[in-house]
């Protein structure tokens, strides 16, 4: 009647979006301040002024060229400016023709491993993961393939990945620093994985691809390093987006960058293109690529994140509850006080608290907490965490 | 290496594009008003004045709700203004329900293919057609059939249609005002082909889905009459786009609308929700969601295109040239001077004529001349137009 898997995934959305969806509505019930939503990582901290003002200036461009189309890799002084970007930053020497700018993330991800793999291939993430790679990977028709973080550190397990990697592998997914957990993979560890990776390549006689999904790069804490992966592994493809660095998740905005070091670059262009093309992109809205290249450089506001986890580790190592020191990105990685996250989450929701069961992330007995929320949210949601602990405790 | 579907599909751009990147470095060559680029259906109309003035006054909002994510299907509001927008303008009752926002018409497409086709199922386009339509049907895995539309008036072929209809078939794509011949179906014609879908879905026992893809739906000339298509056939996903009709291509900011009048919308909503997740789309561009829900009924500006229609097709019939009159969009369906329509194509390029050739609408021995240019540029052209047309006569 319809397509099976399309109904499915249509029907069963994902549990983030289910307890925003929920929240909501909830909200819209008994008040916006007497729900404490946790649920979804859209950034509390407005787009920095330069976003406004480079929306204003540009409006002021006559319309057709303005909002016209641009070829489907983007505006070619966009890419233009973010590789000059890159080169400066990172110390690589990053070129236009490397950069194909996209609608956010989730359009860098379908599209990148849409363009590596091969149906039937085999493509690892390390768990917990972000529940939509697997979507993604499912499109392409492979099979996501789980390979647990190191514990407690949540680092990338190298003997795990070791044993993962196989004759079908055409990819890891990385995501550092990291949604769920808040890890940011040291260069020692990013190291140990490139080496493994070179070696296997040579084993197996294949490419394998790194697709560095980074989002968070910007959000970190405490001045940790965030090595630029494709200057670590050639065969590196950076998923970015400017959703969370300039707080603009719904304009749909990033680039896929595929490294200047891969010795296979070209082709790896063209398949990016060829799966844009497939998966019905145009490209990407334009007066945002053109607003973004006006804010290339823009700093992140860390400072209100950075307070917000201050303010809800401290509360619930207070309270007794167990989780994980986030050195970056939005999101604490909280032990659910049974074994059954769902059911955790479950009872958090009586208390008007929103937590994502680990369950979506491929792991159980953990919850997610996005704290990039007012910190009046946080604050008054510590009561609630306390009469849940209390009810745990009996 | 990497995926060879992907990579032909982005190492042999489709000629539309193809020929547009060439014009645009053409342009750089020799200067723009020396090029005659009728290569793409990009608007000359610049976008309404009320564009810029809702874009402005959005902006004045706080960017942190102003730029966060929506739902995947839209802002709600959005959604409901459009669904009355809808209701008020072609007498059926839309439910904001079966309003879902995508990033332009090339969504719209991807995603509906996906959701109402399983792979192995056959979707029928009519010939001439937008070369896209093939890889996005690809994508879903599905067999692309083509339907020569009726000759000499480019109407629906409800005979061929009839005989191309088959046990597999799960979808046929329609598209007036027609992309690349301006035909404008009839009610007539439109309510040939709904007995036909329906006698035909009670013959095979299986649902036909009518894709109906309408983003030159304002562009008409005349006061042709536009039948919405939903009234005629219950069945029915329009893609509807912005692009034209405000002339925002880049933007890319559209909707897929499920008719009120389908009995199975819920489930058809629900996969078209999980195509969208599965194709990697968040939701639409949030700014342009509520810039097109304030233009919602914002005339578009008919005008400059009908005056080119007349400059162009007065100058080239005068040549000698046949074409179609169109009676809607913004294509010149023009008879090459040989058989081969990419030779002739290439030979006009020499005259800096940038034509279309039709080989890529699946049809030889035509070219399409997108006149959405300046009447400049079509004034200028006709000189070029009869230089080609004296060297073929000889």
Same mark, same amino acid.
């Given at each position: ?188 560890? %990013?190291?140990?994985? =490139?080496?493994?990776?070179? @070696?296997?390549? *040579?084993?197996? /006689? +294949?490419? #394998?691809?790194? !697709? ?48 200047? %070091?891969?010795?296979? =670059?070209?082709?790896?262009? @063209?398949?990016? *293109?060829?799966? /844009? +093309?497939? #998966?019905?992109? !145009? ?48 999101? %604490?990685?909280?032990? =659910?006080?049974?074994?059954? @996250? ?53």
């Amino acid at each position: 009647m319809v397509n099976e898997r399309m109904y499915g995934l249509g029907n069963e959305p994902s549990a983030i979006r289910e307890l925003f969806a929920y929240g909501m509505a909830r909200k819209a019930e008994i008040g916006e301040e007497n729900v404490f939503d946790f649920s979804i990582g859209n950034p509390s901290v407005p787009a920095p002024a330069a976003v406004k003002r480079a929306a204003l200036e540009l409006l002021e461009q006559p319309a057709v060229s303005l909002h016209g189309y641009s070829p489907a890799s983007g505006v070619p002084e966009v890419r233009a400016t973010i590789a000059e970007s890159i080169s400066r930053r990172f110390g690589i020497a990053a070129s236009a023709a490397n950069i194909y700018l996209t609608s956010g993330a989730a359009a860098c991800l379908a599209i990148s491993i849409s363009a590596v793999t091969e149906p039937g291939d085999e493509v690892i993430v390390i768990s917990p993961y972000f529940p939509e790679y697997k979507v993604w990977i499912e499109t392409a028709r492979c099979t996501c393939v789980e390979v647990p973080a190191h514990v407690p550190d949540f680092q990338l397990d190298i003997d795990a990945l070791a044993a993962a990697i196989g004759p079908k592998t055409s990819a890891i997914i990385i995501n550092s620093p990291n949604n769920p957990v808040g890890a940011v993979y040291s260069r020692e560890n %990013l190291e140990a994985l =490139a080496a493994l990776l070179t @070696a296997k390549e *040579a084993e197996l /006689g +294949r490419e #394998l691809y790194l !697709i560095s999904d980074e989002p968070y790069r910007e959000i970190v804490y405490d001045g940790i390093e965030v090595p630029y992966v494709p200057c670590v592994y050639p065969r590196t493809l950076v998923c970015y987006s400017y959703s969370k660095s300039l707080s603009l998740p719904g304009e749909r905005i990033g680039y896929v960058y595929v490294s200047d %070091l891969m010795d296979n =670059a070209v082709q790896v262009n @063209a398949a990016v *293109a060829g799966a /844009g +093309r497939a #998966l019905g992109y !145009i490209c990407a809205p334009v007066l945002f690529q053109r607003v973004i290249a006006a804010c290339v450089d823009e700093p992140s506001d860390v400072a209100a994140y950075a307070a917000n986890r201050k303010l809800l580790s401290e509360g619930l190592a207070e309270l007794g509850y167990e989780f994980v020191e986030p050195q970056g990105a939005f999101y %604490l990685w909280v032990r =659910a006080l049974e074994d059954d @996250a769902q059911a955790f989450s479950n009872r958090a929701k009586v208390h008007e608290l929103l937590l994502v069961p680990s369950d979506s992330f491929g792991v159980p007995s953990w919850v997610r907490i996005s704290y990039c929320v007012s910190p009046e949210v946080i604050k008054r949601s510590l009561p609630a965490f306390k009469a849940l602990m209390e009810e745990y405790r009996g």
